[in-house]
């Protein structure tokens, strides 16, 4: 497969905006958000955000179908309710953990974050959730663990997209243990100030904005910490064009189409295509996780 070396890149090329705190949010017993004003740290302009609309119908969540429109009209009839995630592998404290117990004493908070997905399109997305690092914490990594791997729900009786066996589900990621820990990388419980809608992995997603979209799991209901590189479901179907790392790189095109530039949803279809920027503007906070790995194969 072509692929152009991003060997000429260097990182004081790239000036990143982290897209980070803007307010806090409690999640209660009951599921009320209570607001709290912190810090902001280099938000993007409000004007910036993708309209609550265009997140909430323009999706893939295969697990309801290949078109765009299919998770919102297919999501309703999942159950979210109870849920529970199963930790295990390489943990000290592995076991079944209800949503309330995976939310424990974490500090749930708006996280506005780009989305970039390997099709070409993005978003900017004000999630609620919190640092997946703090989850892991309590659950105690073992010396022994170098990746986390994750797997969402496929339950075929609620999902059409899995009955009809569109992909192999369920459908799996991972991440390196590092990248896993960085403070970048959520649980997203919620979006716009509500908790998450069925088609954008409710009740519980990963979030990891320097990665292409399919790398953000939706609707999680396994995390698994294990010694070797977890199989991945789009690397598993096509090895050439998703690669396990897949982290955003305008210099590394997919095999059919360039990642140069994207279209930002919302903007409407005659807008100019924004270029794409390395990590998707995170270099600042992810470029070292890299250091001295070739980008062009390890992409």
């Known amino acids: 497969m072509p692929r152009r070396s991003p060997s000429d890149l260097r990182w004081s090329d790239v000036t990143p905006k982290s897209l980070f705190l803007s307010r806090r949010h409690f999640l209660g017993a009951a599921g009320a958000l209570a607001l709290a004003p912190v810090a902001a740290r280099a938000a993007e302009p409000a004007g910036d955000l993708t309209p609550r609309e265009a997140i909430t119908t323009y999706n893939n969540f295969y697990e309801f179908g290949f078109d765009k429109s299919d998770p919102s009209k297919y999501a309703g009839g999942m159950t979210i309710d109870p849920w529970s995630v199963e930790i295990g592998g390489l943990v000290e404290k592995p076991g079944r953990y ?99 809608e069925k088609q954008n992995g409710a009740p519980l997603r990963l979030v990891v904005p320097w990665k292409y979209g399919f790398k953000s799991i939706k609707s999680v209901v396994k995390i698994t910490l294990t010694s070797g590189q977890p199989p991945t479901t789009w690397q598993r179907l096509q090895p050439q064009e998703y690669g396990f790392y897949a982290n955003v790189n305008p210099r590394v095109d997919h095999p059919r189409w360039s990642q140069a530039s994207e279209r930002r949803i919302g903007e409407g279809i005659f807008a100019p295509r924004r270029d794409t920027l390395m990590f998707n503007g995170y270099a600042e906070e992810v470029a070292g996780l890299y250091a001295g790995m070739d980008l062009a194969v390890n992409y």
């Open 98 to 196: 209800d949503l309330a117990d995976v939310l424990k004493d974490q500090p749930v908070a708006e996280h506005i974050y780009r989305l970039r997905c390997v099709e070409g399109w993005s978003m900017v997305i004000p999630w609620l959730g919190f640092p997946l690092a703090g989850l892991l914490n309590r659950v105690g990594p073992q010396p022994g663990a170098k990746f986390v791997a994750f797997e969402t729900l496929a339950r075929p009786e609620e999902m059409p997209g899995v009955k009809r066996g569109l992909l192999d589900f369920p459908y799996v990621e991972g991440l390196r243990l590092d990248e896993a820990m960085n403070p970048l990388t959520l649980l997203a419980t919620g979006l716009y100030g509500e908790a998450l």
